[in-house]
């Protein structure tokens, strides 16, 4: 069975530009998390998206908005991007709707801003 | 407010001998709790958790971990560290509100020996 895959794997913009993450979960998944995992921050909670909804999303501005297709998969945009958007941006998904199963994470994408 | 914390950045251990990661955790209603493993330049790997019934929980790879509610931790443990152990731990709390966050404590990088 096939994990979660994520795209690019890197990916190098200037500030100003507009970057766009994708998601895909594992095969009968419906929810999907996005994390920044900034050098010395740890993860810190994006977005969470189930059923094609946004169901929560954390202390980041409006420029981090994403979505979610009808097969489950996940698009994660930063506009206006800043120096300190650099970091790996991780997926991860889960069979229920924010409930205690596992979570099963991306390989995750290097976003880079000069 | 959910908090987790990890209160060592670092941790070194010779191989072959037994290994503790500490966490803690602050959560209102009943904890659900995770840990997770990043190898360089990789996403999250799932080790193991605890939902509801034994203390002690087993995991993947030989690891274990001790839920204690009086002291509010939930540390890893294995009995005979690898070198190839050698990565950084993430503790992770699912939050009980209602919102379904999951709150990641900074990590743990965990060193062994040879």
């Known amino acids: 069975e096939a994990g979660v895959t994520q795209s690019p794997t890197h990916l190098i913009k200037t500030r100003g530009q507009q970057a766009t993450l994708r998601c895909s979960p594992i095969?009968?998944?419906?929810?999907v998390y996005w994390y920044q995992q900034a050098l010395g921050l740890g993860l810190q909670f994006l977005l969470w998206?189930?059923?094609?909804?946004?169901?929560n999303r954390g202390n980041f501005p409006p420029r981090f908005s994403g979505r979610q297709f009808p097969n489950y998969s996940s698009e994660l945009n930063v506009n206006a991007l800043e120096l300190e958007d650099s970091a790996l941006y991780l997926c991860?998904?889960?069979?229920?709707?924010?409930?205690?199963?596992?979570?099963?994470f991306g390989p995750g994408t290097r976003l880079t801003v000069l | 407010a959910q908090s987790v914390a990890q209160p060592e950045d670092q941790v070194n251990v010779a191989e072959g001998n037994p290994l503790t990661v500490k966490c803690t955790y602050s959560v209102s209603g009943n904890p659900y709790l995770f840990w997770y493993v990043q190898y360089p330049n990789r996403g999250l790997q799932f080790l193991l958790k605890?939902?509801?019934?034994?203390?002690l929980v087993k995991g993947s790879y030989g690891f274990e971990a001790e839920f204690n509610k009086s002291q509010t931790s939930f540390h890893l443990k294995k009995p005979s560290a690898l070198v190839s152990d050698s990565a950084l731990y993430f503790c992770a709390v699912r939050d009980a509100s209602g919102t379904y966050k999951y709150i990641f404590g900074t990590g743990t990088r965990l060193k062994v020996l040879a």
């Open positions: 095969s009968g998944h419906t929810s």
């Open positions: 998206y189930d059923e094609g909804e946004e169901r």
């Open positions: 605890y939902i509801t019934g034994d203390n």
């Open positions: 991860a998904s889960s069979s229920d709707r924010g409930g205690i199963d596992t979570q099963y």
